[in-house]
């Protein structure tokens, strides 16, 4: 190298650090702002909270092995690491939005290459030290309070290079954004724009297909909440968003509470890591290039990149009209269409307004707002068509392994785990029964297909019971031989589609699993709170009326028996002799786990099994002739008023928004006014007359399907306080009560 | 030697610059004026490596200046507006400026610090505009530049101020044989200053040439003329090469007028037609400027009703 060579070089050196230098000086804030909200964030959090730090936590067999972050503020750390990284692109970069200091630093002795590389050195060492010094800090607290562990250092590295790339993420997306805007305003409009478009495109999507897209069970709840049937697609994809793509590793690797089975902390995946770190490269050789591209006359220029503004414009738009959408959709569907693209064509407005435009002519811009109108139209489009048909063919060709499906009979008979809700006059369960015969997956798939091409129907009622809409969880999945699951799932069913449900406890594989609800198991496996009540609950016998209760104190032997003879009738009747039967109940059996509560009033609870005994259950009746333990309820019940109301869901001011059980099953009350459906005045029907009560109560039932409508019936005895509430089919109804 | 050949420039639809070419040799001033929002500034900043031009070449001494950190710190570009950072002082820029030129020079800052009489310690943003320009020229001349590109140089400055700087330019340049390209609204000061003069108008070259042609190819007029006036009108165009006949102020019978040509060919031309009186005298840059830039005729009593 000749000596001027070397001068040149020396020369270059020390204005590259002189430039690093300067930067560092007018930037150390941010450096010095986050490394201190991290060291609260992340140090202080996990061990300097009292009653919440790891020197003084209370846990049982020394379980908690390590905890980098506390659980309680992860939303907290990730937003300071955007927020940081913003902050950071966006202060080192914002001078080319500076007319004036645009000019002093492209005037002088370095490239534009340069000036990035010397930026971007700076603004990736900042958050590397910010994030690095805190999780070093918490490493060596966690050392001190709880010891050295495996994995303790492995998970710290992963979580530093999660939070680092996820400020560096945001950094870079600042840095692009302020090439492509004019003012601060435009800068974090689009850095917005950029960082939320996959949140915008999952939660816009996801809330038309809840509106549209009949079947569809991304991001559904059930109506208790307990359950998620599908992840909503912003969980599904968030690998691919640069604000959530840490979230469950973060969730997962910040702290191990070793459990009985392991003392292995969970192994990290780097795929997600290394994913994201690809990208932040071909990120910042985009704004390397970009910034190469850059025209320096358009500093502090808004309004200069149009197609930025057509993304910010498109990306509110949809995002705005898919919210207006769907919030009027149960009211209206042409008003929340035309809500909807006002909303949207405000938001194109509003944009125009502020600048973001520039001058781009009203026409032109008409013409693209028209442009995105269409694809959003085109995706209601798919969406409402379920993909153009893509749900029937794939009832129609798919082959599974297994397949799903919601149980919804008779909840004393179901042998699934199962969530639920009661109150002391209606219930309802959700529970899933997986089945595998071909003869299963051909039920399911014909149950499914009657859903699917029924259409989402108006909840409300009808004179013709079958067509009565009410809220409820059906779902339908298919589980391939790799374990891939496809759900879908209806929010609503027809009285006539929910009893055409019942027709899977035809198939030989729910037959054989109810019956083992009857059967002798190992306790260890029992999980199921219907066959828990069968084999240790508190057994209970009662008359028709619930008035006379007496508790059977039975040897194992003698459950068996009888639950023997209960597995043996329910296998050989019918549906319709179990769910519509003729005959009226001749005793009531109870199986309870919580029989001092509810041995009174009856009401229906998961730890509770009802049997209502009608003389299709000969085998049950007999067994309990031959034990004398029928004569207690066979007494005679004099009735001194039945008060009716019909059984319509939408006969009241409030509209159903809740599901409820199908399966009527009688209880007992104090008051007269204590119907599973509440109503307005006037609808109730009381008959004193004995020749009437005589005629009503030949129909009454205890436990009856509630599909082929009739009435509720509020049966007040001679003598005695409170009231018995019963069943009256349709088919059973007196004239007299139908005039 | 800096060099534009053929520049262009557009700023989307609307061109600023077109074809336009000039050369400013070492140890000379050029001058370069023009009426507002003519393409001054983007020029200079096209010459000085900020902006890129779309077509056509900026050259210092046979190299392109865009992206070439070496040419760049042979230069300086003093902008029209005061560019410093916000909060920051006279020192504070010398301490920024001085890593980065390293030919810069603290025996000149002080010395012109001391000179200009400006507060180092103050901030800048509380200068008045004057203070302001001088502590730009204050840091332009610190880094000792061999290039230098001074946008409305005298902008802000008063009369005494102005030609002790342009003084200061003279000396600058003939001493360090660096080259100057000048814009400024103050033709006087340009006048006496520069060597060269280029003259921007509808984004071309319109005059390019050194002050001694101008002065000598082109006349300021002042004559008598009694004979009816389409007489002049009509023979000036036959008779003469006079290429226009501009600024003509009716003043009784006094004319003035602009003539392309040598005091003597001047002289024999506005004889011939008759004129009497004649009294010729070099042209002023000012008057050159306003050859080229015709004034707009403003009814300011319906404005201002």
Not at chain 1, 390 to 395: L, M, N, Q, V, W
């Amino acid at each position: 190298m000749t000596l001027i060579g070397k001068k040149f070089s020396n020369e270059k050196k020390n204005i590259i650090r002189h430039d690093i230098g300067f930067i560092l000086g007018k930037n150390g804030w941010i450096f010095l702002v986050g490394t201190a909200v991290f060291m609260v964030l992340i140090p202080f959090f996990t061990a300097g909270l009292p009653g919440d730090s790891i020197f003084d936590i209370e846990v049982t067999h020394d379980q908690l092995k390590f905890r980098l972050i506390n659980e309680n503020i992860f939303t907290a750390v990730m937003a300071v690491s955007v927020i940081m990284g913003l902050m950071t692109g966006s202060c080192i970069f914002r001078f080319v939005q500076d007319k004036k200091e645009t000019t002093i630093f492209f005037s002088m002795g370095m490239t534009r290459t340069q000036i990035f590389i010397n930026r971007m050195s700076v603004a990736f060492s900042m958050l590397a030290v910010m994030t690095a010094v805190p999780m070093l800090l918490s490493v060596i607290l966690n050392v001190s309070a709880l010891g050295m562990y495996q994995a303790l250092i492995r998970n710290a590295l992963f979580l530093w290079a999660g939070l680092f790339l996820m400020a560096s993420v945001s950094c870079v997306v600042s840095v692009i954004m302020c090439f492509i805007s004019g003012s601060l305003m435009e800068l974090m409009v689009y850095w917005i724009c950029g960082m939320s478009a996959p949140t915008v495109l999952c939660l816009g999507f996801n809330m038309l297909m809840k509106k549209l897209y009949w079947g569809n069970a991304w991001g559904v709840t059930t109506y208790s909440g307990a359950e998620q049937i599908r992840e909503s697609l912003l969980e599904k994809f968030s690998f691919l968003n640069p604000i959530l793509f840490f979230k469950n590793d973060l969730a997962s690797h910040s702290q191990f509470m070793r459990p009985l089975s392991t003392d292995v902390p969970e192994d990290v995946s780097w795929i997600v890591i290394a994913g994201w770190f690809a990208a932040l490269i071909i990120m910042t050789a985009a704004a390397w290039w970009l910034l190469r591209c850059w025209k320096a006359e358009n500093s502090g220029i808004t309004g200069n990149n149009r197609l930025m503004a057509e993304m910010t414009a498109a990306f509110t738009g949809f995002i705005v009209f898919s919210f207006v959408f769907s919030y009027l959709f149960d009211s209206s569907v042409w008003l929340s269409v035309a809500a909807g693209l006002a909303a949207f064509a405000a938001t194109h407005m509003f944009w125009k307004k502020a600048g973001i435009f520039g001058s781009v002519k009203k026409r032109s811009q008409f013409i693209s707002a028209l442009l995105q109108a269409s694809v959003i139209a085109v995706i209601c489009v798919v969406f409402s068509t379920g993909f153009f048909g893509g749900t029937e063919r794939f009832i129609k060709k798919s082959e599974v392994a297994q397949v799903k499906v919601n149980y919804t009979g008779d909840p004393s008979c179901l042998y699934e785990e199962a969530t639920g809700s009661s109150t002391g006059h209606g219930y309802y369960v959700v529970s899933h029964l997986k089945l595998e015969d071909i003869e299963s997956i051909n039920k399911t798939k014909d149950l499914h297909m009657m859903f699917q091409q029924s259409g989402r129907k108006p909840m409300k009622g009808s004179d013709n019971p079958e067509e009565v809409v009410i809220p409820y969880d059906i779902s339908f999945s298919y589980i391939e031989e790799d374990g891939t699951e496809c759900t879908w799932y209806y929010d609503r069913a027809s009285y006539g589609q929910l009893e055409s449900m019942l027709e899977i406890e035809n198939l030989s594989e729910v037959k054989s699993g109810q019956k083992g609800l009857f059967e002798a198991s190992d306790s260890g496996s029992v999980k199921v709170l219907t066959k828990q009540a069968y084999d240790v609950g508190t057994i209970y016998i009662t008359d028709p009326y619930l008035s006379e209760t007496y508790e059977l104190t039975l040897g194992e032997d003698m459950r068996r028996q009888l639950l023997k003879a209960i597995g043996e009738d329910i296998s050989q009747m019918t549906l319709d002799e179990r769910y519509f039967p003729e005959e009226s109940t001749e005793a009531v059996l109870m199986f309870s786990q919580t029989g001092e509560d509810d041995s009174k009033y009856f009401a229906y609870h998961l730890d509770n099994t009802f049997l209502y005994l009608t003389s299709r259950y000969k085998n049950t009746l007999k067994w309990l002739e031959e034990n004398e333990l029928l004569q207690y309820v066979k007494g005679e019940q004099k009735i001194e008023s039945i008060t009716l109301q019909r059984m319509n869901p939408y006969i009241g001011i409030n509209i159903p928004d809740y599901p409820m059980g199908m399966y009527f099953m009688s209880y007992f009350a104090d008051s007269s006014d204590d119907f599973m459906i509440q109503k307005d005045f006037g609808n109730k029907y009381v008959i004193d007359d004995p020749d009437k009560i005589q005629e009503v109560t030949a129909g009454l039932r205890n436990g009856y399907y509630m599909s082929r409508g009739g009435y509720l019936a509020a049966v007040k005895l001679d003598g005695q306080d409170g009231y018995r509430y019963m069943f009256l089919p349709e088919i059973y109804v007196p004239d007299f009560v139908r005039k | 030697m800096i060099e534009a050949e053929c520049i262009t420039k557009n700023f989307g639809d609307f061109t600023v610059l077109s074809d336009v070419s000039l050369k400013v040799k070492k140890g000379e001033i050029y001058g370069l004026i023009g009426y507002n929002g003519v393409g001054k500034t983007t020029l200079l900043k096209i010459l000085s490596g900020i902006y890129r031009a779309d077509s056509g070449t900026a050259r210092i001494n046979g190299r392109s200046v865009y992206e070439n950190p070496q040419m760049k710190q042979k230069c300086f570009f003093m902008t029209e507006e005061a560019a410093f950072f916000h909060q920051f002082s006279l020192n504070k820029m010398r301490k920024f400026y001085s890593g980065y030129y390293p030919k810069w020079s603290d025996e000149t800052f002080k010395g012109l610090v001391e000179w200009f009489g400006v507060d180092p310690v103050m901030k800048i943003s509380r200068f008045s505009k004057g203070m302001q320009r001088q502590a730009s020229l204050i840091l332009a001349f610190s880094t000792r530049p061999e290039y230098l590109f001074l946008d409305e140089a005298f902008d802000g400055l008063d009369y005494s101020m102005r030609r002790q700087i342009c003084e200061m330019f003279r000396y600058y340049v003939e001493t360090e044989e660096a080259s100057m390209l000048v814009s400024s609204h103050n033709l006087k000061e340009l006048e006496d200053l520069a060597d060269h003069i280029g003259m921007l108008c509808d984004g071309k070259l319109a005059f390019d040439g050194s002050t001694k042609y101008m002065r000598e190819n082109y006349q300021a007029c002042e004559f008598i003329y009694k004979e009816d006036m389409s007489g002049l009108l009509s023979v000036r165009h036959e008779l003469l090469e006079i290429k226009k006949c501009v600024n003509e102020e009716y003043r009784k019978n006094r004319y003035y007028c602009i003539i392309n040509g040598s005091e003597e060919e001047a002289c024999r031309s506005l004889s011939q037609v008759g004129a009497e009186n004649i009294q010729i005298r070099p042209i002023q840059l000012e008057e050159f400027f306003l050859k080229e830039r015709k004034e707009r005729d403003a009814d300011w009593k319906e404005i201002f009703k």
